[in-house]
């Protein structure tokens, strides 16, 4: 079946614009999560989402970060007021229930680059 | 807070070498342990894992035991080929039940034919 999918999958935009990405899970899958990726680092924990509702937003940076996933599948994640700090890959993953021992796959992601 | 720490690459190795990425980490409940694998220009995909202590994961000749003593969960692959180059994640998921993952910094491997 189909993975998980991102778009766009690259995003160039201006400071102080704001921004969209999108994310379409597996389907079937009740947990969906966001994370960041830096050059040369591994994914930082965003935001997840079990089912409608945000879990755990402990990752997001500050309020110009905000996900939602309305009707428990497809999920957007926005940003704000962007800055050049921005910057980075944005991964999308989902897995069947969220628990520890999940497997959770990944979306291609989406290149930002705010200049 | 929850960490992983990874040894620092690149790794640079001559086709049917042995393989080691050293993975340590630091977590306060009873962590699952990861490897996820990023080949070049595709997304990341999970190699193996182990939920619990002494437990050995393995994919595609590489594999990893779960090492409660030495908080470790060192990836192992007997003869590496030129399609191994990648990078390497080691990662875990802390408890809570979120399945939130902590990435270590990732290890770049390098395979000479």
């Known amino acids: 079946g189909a993975g998980v999918s991102q778009t766009p999958s690259n995003k160039v935009t201006e400071k102080g614009k704001y921004v969209e990405l999108r994310c379409d899970p597996i389907?079937?899958?009740?947990?969906l999560y966001w994370y960041r990726q830096s050059l040369g680092q591994g994914p930082e924990f965003l935001i997840y989402?079990?089912?409608?509702?945000?879990?755990?937003d402990s990752g997001l940076p500050n309020d110009r970060f905000f996900a939602v996933r309305p009707e428990g599948s497809v999920s957007t994640l926005k940003i704000q007021r962007t800055e050049r700090g921005d910057s980075a890959v944005y991964l999308c993953?989902?897995?069947?229930?969220?628990?520890?021992?999940?497997?959770?796959?990944f979306g291609p992601g989406t290149r930002l680059t705010v200049l | 807070g929850d960490s992983v720490t990874q040894m620092e690459g690149p790794v640079t190795l001559s086709e049917e070498a042995f393989l080691t990425i050293n993975c340590t980490y630091t977590?306060?409940?009873?962590?699952?342990l990861f490897w996820y694998v990023q080949y070049p220009g595709e997304g990341l995909q999970l190699l193996l894992k182990?939920?619990?202590?002494?437990d050995k994961g393995s994919n595609k000749g590489f594999e990893a035991t779960y090492r409660k003593e030495t908080t470790s969960f060192h990836l192992e692959k007997g003869s590496v080929q030129v399609s191994d180059s990648a990078v390497y994640f080691c990662?875990?998921?802390?408890?809570?039940?979120?399945?939130?993952?902590?990435f270590g910094q990732g290890t770049t491997l390098q395979v000479k034919p």
């Open positions: 993953a989902s897995s069947l229930a969220g628990a520890d021992t999940d497997t959770q796959y």
């Open positions: 389907s079937g899958h009740t947990a």
């Open positions: 989402f079990q089912g409608t509702g945000a879990a755990d």
């Open positions: 977590a306060t409940g009873y962590p699952s």
């Open positions: 182990a939920t619990k202590a002494d």
């Open positions: 990662a875990l998921t802390s408890g809570g039940n979120t399945g939130k993952l902590i």
